[in-house]
């Protein structure tokens, strides 16, 4: 099917297969669709059909609270049926040469292995090399599971042979549920991506703030392993804070004191336990890293008054967590444009 999207800068052309999500034949196509989540919920992707015929694979898309119209949908969620035109509101724009365009591929679940007893950390052989940005995310479907979830990728090869994600267990969350009581590991799974738009680049020329909580660490280990391969922390600072509930929860530690190590006194990395104060233990076990008691946004808000110089911010968590951060960056008068992070939880 061909589709035309009118943006208000001007009209887009791109092909669909039949079954194929407006939104993903768009970014496949390099045109810039807008969106934020992927997955149905934030809405950002919405559009209005002006003529054609679409189908709504989700109807009961949470982010459908944010149409108005009938001839309204949400791109990720709907499938074109023929030939259709469509409209956004927002600017839109070809994707600029050498960027990572989205594609579909397979892949299949090598390894699982438990980091906490609610933490699986898990590894995806991909059927094709895959090019990504540090910081950005896919769309996963696993077998007998409806739709796509959004997964931040661990670790970072500009062209990665295998992915490396961390996922949380959610009480009745189908793929969580899924992937911590059954045997995963040979399982095919479809993926959709790269995508994401709070990336890190070594031109960036700024320090670098990534504060998260939980499972959304998993996203900022991509940043700095990408910037400790440039050897970023030479010249630039970087602070990082983790946000768990008690040590018990924490992971990556290891990961996090070997970052320490290699970057050296640049890079200072703070764990925030919200239930607990640290334990001697973690002084004694991690000399390299800091801890405090605390949720991860007050942790962060204390350690860094006064140091937000020429800072670029990224942010992944729970929405309440990402929230309250943000509210806290702007007070001490960080920009928009420096406070990234996307809205895919």
Not at 193 to 210: E, R, V
Not at 261 to 267: F, V
């Amino acid at each position: 099917m061909k589709i035309q999207v009118n943006a208000r800068n001007r009209a887009h052309h791109f092909n669909a297969t039949e079954g194929e999500k407006v939104l993903y034949a768009g970014l496949s196509g390099a045109v810039d669709l807008p969106y934020e989540c992927g997955s149905g919920t934030c809405g950002t992707c919405k559009a209005r059909l002006i003529s054609g015929e679409i189908v709504d694979a989700w109807p009961e898309a949470p982010g459908r609270k944010y149409l108005k119209g009938d001839d309204e949908f949400l791109m990720c969620q709907c499938v074109a049926k023929t030939d259709a035109s469509i409209e956004v509101a927002s600017f839109v724009q070809a994707m600029e040469a050498g960027v990572c365009v989205p594609a579909a591929l397979k892949g299949q679940i090598s390894s699982a292995k438990l980091l906490t007893p609610d933490v699986i950390h898990l590894q995806i052989k991909l059927s094709q090399p895959m090019e990504f940005d540090a910081g950005q995310f896919v769309m996963i479907q696993v077998p007998g599971v409806a739709g796509f979830r959004g997964w931040s990728m661990v670790n970072y090869q500009r062209e990665a042979e295998s992915l490396e994600f961390i996922v949380k267990k959610k009480p009745g969350g189908g793929i969580s549920e899924w992937l911590f009581n059954s045997q995963c590991t040979g399982v095919e799974v479809e993926l959709f991506g790269p995508l994401g738009h709070a990336t890190f680049y070594p031109g960036l020329s700024k320090n670098i703030l990534c504060i998260a909580g939980g499972s959304g660490i998993a996203g900022m280990i991509s940043i700095l392993s990408r910037a400790a391969q440039d050897d970023y922390f030479h010249q630039y600072r970087g602070d990082v804070f983790f946000g768990v509930q008690t040590l018990k929860d924490a992971f990556f530690l290891d990961e996090f004191s070997r970052l320490r190590d290699q970057c050296g006194d640049k890079l200072n990395v703070t764990i925030a336990l919200s239930k607990e104060d640290p334990p001697a233990s973690a002084l004694r076990d991690y000399p390299q890293l800091k801890f405090d008691t605390g949720y991860v946004h007050d942790v962060a808000g204390r350690h860094m008054q006064g140091s937000y110089q020429n800072v670029r911010a990224y942010l992944a968590g729970p929405p309440p967590m990402v929230d309250a951060t943000v509210r806290i960056l702007l007070q001490a008068r960080l920009t928009t444009d420096n406070i990234c992070y996307d809205k895919f939880s």
